[in-house]
């Protein structure tokens, strides 16, 4: 089993959740959690049985401080990682007008800030080490409007700007960087849904069918993986055909 280790952030439950069991079938696995809740110890549990060991690690990545205290203590006990997938956002859906500020800036922190508080800890410990990749975990919100999501929009459509500009500033390091863009996936949110409604939205999507978490993960690892080592500055889309 190699030592390279993944760095996922929110990690607990969702996509996230997904993106540990699969990556945890090839490499180790650090992924972030906002508190200590029972799904940590879920998702260490379910991995258990796989090649990689998997860790939980307590930081709200939205809060420059606590990146600033754990980020180094992560490259202490286990070097450069391997690659980032920065997977931790929240939505909090709300027509532009009458969106508050504070809502506002907490899904600009979440989404797009916190990327950039670790990337400065991380970024030159990988280009050290001369290899790497970083997944930055947009949204067909991104390139496609949907009304209530003007502020998750903007973070999914500047993750894009970032990774384009990222990618050409630290390929000559060895490092990729690249977007994945889910469309409409299963989730608690979906499940809640009535039924005519997610009728009425599965006709929307061309194959007919909600996308599933592990189509997410496994997406993710191959574009951190080997098979795509000449790939940096992409936007992958997997939406079923929704935006096309």
């Known amino acids: 089993m190699t030592k390279q280790w993944v760095l996922v952030t929110g990690g607990s439950r969702g996509i996230g959740r997904a993106l540990v069991e699969e990556l945890a079938t090839q ?6 959690c906002r ?7 879920e998702v260490i549990e379910a991995c258990a049985g796989l090649p990689g060991w998997v860790e939980s690690c307590i930081c709200d990545g939205c809060d420059e401080e606590a990146v600033n205290r754990v980020a180094p203590d992560l ?10 997938i920065h997977n931790a956002g929240i939505t909090l859906d709300g027509l532009h ?3 508050t500020g504070d809502n506002w800036r907490q899904v600009m922190d979440t989404n797009l800030n916190a990327l950039f508080y670790w990337n400065r800890h991380l970024l030159p410990a990988m280009m050290a080490q001369g290899e790497g990749a970083l997944v930055l975990m947009s949204s067909v919100s991104g390139v496609k409007g949907n009304i209530g999501q003007t502020a998750y929009a903007a973070t999914k459509a500047a993750m894009i700007g970032m990774g384009r500009s ?3 500033e630290v390929a000559r390091f060895g490092i990729r960087v690249n977007c994945l863009l889910p469309g409409i996936i299963e989730s608690d ?3 809640a849904i009535p039924a005519e409604a997610l009728k009425a939205l599965r006709k929307q999507i061309p194959l007919r069918r909600l996308g599933k978490a592990h189509e997410v993960a496994r997406a993710a690892a191959f574009m951190i993986g080997k098979d795509s080592c000449y790939m940096t500055g ?8 929704l935006t096309v």
């Open 27 to 32: 490499w180790n696995v650090v992924f972030t």
């Open 35 to 41: 508190s200590n809740q029972p799904q940590n110890a």
């Open 75 to 84: 490259l202490a006990r286990f070097g450069a990682p391997f690659a980032v």
């Open 97 to 99: 007008i009458q969106q």
């Open 166 to 168: 990222l990618a050409l």
């Open 189 to 191: 949110m979906t499940d």
């Open 234 to 241: 992409q936007t992958l889309i997997l939406d079923g055909g």
